[in-house]
């Protein structure tokens, strides 16, 4: 069983266009986050949420809006896609309990702006 | 703010040879640490972790790592490389705790020679 799922795989669209990743995990865990790999395979944290709340927020632009619908599911909804979102966009989770839990990753989402 | 540095961003090893892979950290508290490994088209994987306790500890597939915090460091090793380690590593150091997430190096690329 796959504990944190991302779909898409692979996102192909146009500028402009608005598009949603989703994620789920079936670890039980009570944390979800967003992180990009830019194309020198930086990795950033953009957005977590525990329990349904909105924890982190890193400036990231506010065409990227998470929406966490219950604990084991953190979407990511983009709107007006720009070239610079081209990236690999992972999930991940954890549970937050005791600080310092290692994160679990999803395999990634790859998008691609034409 | 807490960063982690990894100065390689290429490295090139026999297979059979030995490995060191390096890390420094910069964080105020005592630091959570964690090696995750990306294969190619591939998710991140955890390899081992660091909260507290025996400064060197042991991960899966052979990996280990020892903290060293005179010197802010957490450097990987393996004794005997397989062809199969080849892929991308990232150190990571927890950012406290209560959903925080984690900060990345921007990771070391080992090749493997035959």
């Known amino acids: 069983d796959t504990a944190v799922s991302q779909t898409p795989k692979y996102l192909v669209t146009q500028m402009g266009n608005d598009k949603s990743i989703k994620c789920e995990q079936n670890?039980?865990?009570?944390?979800m986050y967003w992180y990009k790999q830019d194309s020198k395979k930086f990795l950033k944290i953009m957005f977590s949420?525990?329990?349904?709340?909105?924890?982190i927020n890193e400036t990231v632009p506010n065409r990227f809006s998470p929406k966490s619908p219950d604990k084991a599911h953190l979407n990511l909804h983009i709107n007006s896609l720009e070239l610079g979102d081209s990236a690999v966009y992972f999930c991940a989770s954890s549970q937050e309990v005791t600080p310092g839990q290692p994160q679990h990753f999803g395999d990634g989402t790859r998008l691609s702006i034409l | 703010a807490q960063s982690v540095t990894q100065p390689d961003i290429h490295i090139t090893v026999s297979e059979g040879a030995s490995l060191e892979l390096r890390c420094n950290y910069s964080y105020g508290a005592t630091p959570y640490l964690f090696w995750y490994v990306q294969s190619p088209g591939q998710g991140l994987q955890l390899l081992l972790k660091?909260?507290?306790?025996?400064?060197l500890v042991q991960g899966i597939k052979g990996f280990e790592a020892e903290f060293k915090r005179s010197q802010s460091s957490f450097n990987l090793r393996k004794p005997s490389v397989h062809w199969s380690d080849a892929a991308e590593y990232f150190c990571a150091v927890g950012r406290g705790g209560g959903a925080d997430g984690l900060t990345f190096g921007k990771g070391t690329h080992l090749i493997i020679q035959p």
């Open positions: 670890l039980g865990h009570d944390t």
């Open positions: 660091y909260f507290s306790g025996d400064t």
């Open positions: 949420y525990n329990n349904k709340e909105l924890i």
